[in-house]
């Protein structure tokens, strides 16, 4: 979305942001790095919370400019009182500097001072004068408070007992308060008109009127009546004032509906009450399961934070022995403590909880949700071997023979079966299928995709087996949550192995059965990232596809599927790269995702991120950030460390890409050798890789050029245009550019002379413009114009090269930009110039 008119966000407080909230904010200024009319403003206090410290930990996003707020100086105080007070500074010197020293300059212990000198009758309006006076001795003479809290208290105390009571109920809620749970906490209390002792705390300054809710007009006055309730009260309060508000929003939360923000401040207000709870033990139970309720809604909401939170408070109420008096309860607990910890990436916690339900559980299968996020979250923390094990041994348990290799021929013809089946299969035949409703199957189908997700890392390879077990599954057993993803990957598998209409036609079914079960909401970022990230690239534009992966990271950051979510915004850098979005955008994008990734612990996506990164750096010709540690180098360390296959592939492709633009020979034969070697030994096709086979085909042309009567690099390229001809005849719009040029270079390395190798150039240019490809664009003219230059058309050459300079300047290529105009200059074009 882009902005059109200028928006600027303030928060305030922020310095008692909980995790969740600086999430948020963390996105935010994400966001508002790509936006030009949003301006973001937050204020905070030093002294209070870990927020600086947060701050200082974020090294992306947009330049953050730092606004250090001191007290005021005397100076300040001065025409502050010669405002206020309609006097000249002269006159008020001598009343700011005793109220200077006496507050520090602190605004609202000044502020607060002022009104209590005004109360007490030391600074007055004298009518004869018609002027303000005080009394200077007096004044000098007036113990104050050590600090504005103090004041406040003070001031709080001379007020009547309702307002009172009123303040220090609001200040046990928080600092702001629904107008509506104001009226029931105040009816509770026997205040007998609720409407005007708040009107009258408003009036006093002590509260502001916001909409539906009434907010404290700083923390500091909240701090100051909260202060006034006795410490041993205090948890009786709260306890007191949750189970009442948590009685009038209860049967709306039975009957169905969405839980609002009251719910959530009863339940903190009763967990605030922990020890009063312990004093009547049969209270416990329903704390307990309120504490349940809680955690399921906050996890709908992704606040992941408190819904573990929600489940520690929940689990502090269990009895004793609750294992075997409260089975069902401790189980609920347990499981739903162990999602919200995998939804935050705590592996210790989510063992911990797997842990103490396999000892306690009662099934085998009651332990298979907690045994499930812990496979989740090791593969999510890239710890690939242990979470394969995981998922494995759950399997055998379930009685599965897993088998994660096969030879050929099994292989092509368990392929066949299943192909078979399924085109006999019209779409509406699968769309009523009947729903699994044996949990063992349903299970045994989650484990399976998780090993999966999980080998996707390792050996991609063995997914395709996996793979065809859950697509018989499925045919032979229904309809389950898992089917939609199941019928995705295998029309991955399909797409890979050369049937693009099948694959295409499995991609849309696995969204047409995501809407059927009702699963948008959990499967809508993980079916986006499998149907656009591996299947669709054969049919529909890159550009389009790009902007479902947005959608899709979108998607799960809401659902808290941080791996999807991730994998999404990979694959839309990727995309974007690939088709010519302007490099600083993309350069800035990648290094803000990859940092946000690291934090996060998903190196895999990270280092993906990177590798476009520092792509995008050498072609800009900017060096990286030097505050970032990382080095390119270490890209491909970890992809070896971590035996990440696709990794190292990716690496390989971006040296390709490089090696290339640059006119490095000897890196460029090196290069293609290496993913030569690698591509051949790979079963499963990706976007990026036919990307590599592109780069590769070019480099062979270009080699085979330079040294004529070698047949090897000649048949590397023939065999790039083959493959991608094969492509080009699903989806013209992304792969009839390449193909063309492709051939343009074939011809111009056989003969060097004219033939049809000028329209071959001409229409590869073309295609390119038409259908969106600026950077091919520019290679394909700077091709074309050294194919020109060969036959000795000066003219046309220069034209191709200043075009070519031009894309290039548009895609931000400034290194590439440099070496074009070079390519321009007179003695080049007389003596020839083996680099173009």
């Not at 890239?382 to 055998?396: F, I, N, Q, T």
């Not at 699968?430 to 995709?449: A, C, H, N």
């Not at 986006?528 to 389009?544: D, N």
């Not at 005849?729 to 009839?736: I, L, P, Q, T, Y």
Request: aromatic content about 8%.
């Amino acid at each position: 979305m882009v902005l059109l008119v200028p928006v600027v966000c303030c928060f305030d407080d922020i310095q008692f942001a909980d995790p969740s909230s600086l999430g948020f904010m963390k996105s935010l200024l994400i966001y508002s790095s790509r936006q030009k009319n949003l301006f973001f403003i937050g204020c905070c206090r030093d002294e209070i919370g870990d927020f600086s410290a947060w701050l200082d930990s974020q090294e992306s996003g947009p330049t953050l400019s730092r606004v250090h707020l001191s007290n005021l100086n005397i100076d300040a105080v001065n025409s502050m009182l010669s405002h206020e007070l309609h006097l000249t500074p002269r006159l008020t010197l001598s009343l700011a500097e005793i109220l200077f020293h006496k507050t520090l300059g602190n605004p609202l212990f000044l502020r607060k001072l002022l009104e209590s000198l005004i109360e007490e009758g030391s600074l007055h309006f004298s009518i004869p004068r018609r002027r303000w006076t005080w009394n200077t001795d007096r004044i000098q003479r007036m113990k104050v408070s050590d600090g504005v809290v103090e004041l406040l208290t003070k001031q709080i105390c001379t007020l009547s007992k309702d307002l009172q009571t009123v303040l220090k109920i609001a200040s046990c809620i928080g600092g702001s308060i629904d107008k509506s749970t104001m009226d029931l906490l105040l009816k509770d209390a026997q205040i007998r008109s609720p409407t005007v002792a708040i009107s009258e705390a408003i009036k006093k300054g002590f509260f502001i009127e916001m909409e539906s809710k009434i907010n404290f007009v700083h923390d500091k006055v909240q701090q100051a009546a909260y202060s006034l309730i006795p410490q041993d009260q205090r948890e009786k309060d709260h306890l007191r004032f949750g189970l009442a508000i948590c009685s009038s929003v209860l049967p709306s939360l039975n009957e169905g509906n969405n839980p609002d923000d009251v719910f959530f401040v009863a339940m903190n207000q009763i967990n605030r009450g922990a020890s009063e709870i312990a004093k009547d033990p049969s209270r416990k139970p329903m704390i307990a399961e309120l504490n349940l309720k809680a955690a399921v809604c906050a996890m709908k909401l992704s606040d992941f934070s408190s819904a573990f939170n929600y489940c520690v408070h929940g689990v502090r109420n269990l009895y004793e022995d609750h294992w075997q008096s409260q089975y069902d309860l401790s189980l609920q607990l347990c499981d739903q403590g162990a999602q919200a910890a995998c939804a935050l990436g705590n592996v210790k916690m989510v063992k911990y909880l797997a842990s103490k339900i396999h000892a306690n559980s009662r099934k085998y299968e009651h332990g298979l949700p907690s045994l499930y996020f812990t496979a989740k979250t090791l593969r999510e923390s890239a710890l690939y071997e242990e979470a394969k094990d995981c998922s494995l041994g759950v399997l055998r348990n379930l009685g599965q023979h897993v088998v994660t290799l096969m030879n050929n021929d099994s292989l092509v013809t368990r392929i066949q079966k299943t192909k078979s089946m399924l085109v006999i299969l019209d779409d509406a035949a699968i769309l009523s299928m009947k729903q699994v409703e044996e949990d063992r199957v349903i299970w045994t189908m989650k484990f399976y995709l998780e090993l999966i997700y999980t080998l996707q890392h390792m050996q991609s390879s063995k997914m395709v087996t996996i793979s065809i077990q859950m697509m018989d599954m499925t045919l032979n057993n229904g309809l389950c949550c898992t089917s939609p993803l199941a019928f995705a990957i295998f029309g991955y598998l399909i797409v890979s192995l050369g049937d693009p209409f099948l694959g295409y036609r499995m991609g849309k079914l696995a969204i047409n059965l995501m809407r059927k079960l009702d699963l948008v909401v959990d499967l809508s970022s993980t079916l986006t990232s499998i149907v656009y990230g591996l299947i669709s690239w054969a049919h529909e534009p890159f550009q389009s596809i790009a902007e479902m992966h947005l959608a899709g990271h979108s998607s799960g950051n809401q659902s808290g599927d941080v791996s999807a979510a991730g994998w999404n915004y990979q694959q839309y850098l990727i995309l974007s790269f690939v088709s010519g979005e302007k490099l600083p955008t993309v350069k800035s994008k990648a290094l803000s995702f990859a940092k946000t990734q690291l934090a996060q612990k998903q190196k895999p996506v990270a280092y993906n991120a990177l590798s476009i990164y520092f792509h995008s750096c050498a072609l800009m010709g900017s060096c990286p950030d030097k505050s970032f540690q990382l080095k390119e180098d270490d890209i491909l360390a970890h992809a070896i460390g971590a035996s990440n296959s696709d990794l190292q592939v990716v690496y390989i492709i971006h040296q390709l890409m490089r090696s290339y633009v640059f006119k490095r020979y000897d890196e460029m034969a090196k290069n293609a050798n290496s993913f030569h070697e690698m591509a051949n030994s790979r079963k499963l096709i990706r976007l990026f890789f036919l990307i590599g086979t592109f780069y590769e085909g070019l480099i062979s042309f270009s080699m085979a050029r330079r040294t004529p009567g070698t047949d090897d690099w000649m048949e590397r390229g023939n065999a790039a245009i083959t493959t991608l001809s094969q492509w080009s005849s699903f989806c013209m719009h992304n792969f009839e550019n390449k193909v063309l040029l492709l051939k343009a270079e074939r011809n111009f390395a056989i003969d060097g002379d004219a033939g049809n190798t000028d329209s071959l150039y001409r229409d590869s240019i073309n295609s390119a413009r038409q259908h969106k490809f600026a950077n091919e664009e520019a290679i394909a003219c700077e091709l074309a114009a050294s194919f020109y230059l060969h036959n000795n058309d000066t003219e046309t050459a220069i034209s191709l090269l200043t075009k070519a300079r031009n894309l290039y300047q548009t895609w931000g290529a400034v290194a590439l930009v440099e070496i074009a105009e070079s390519k321009m200059d007179p003695w080049s074009m007389l003596f020839g110039n083996n680099n173009i």
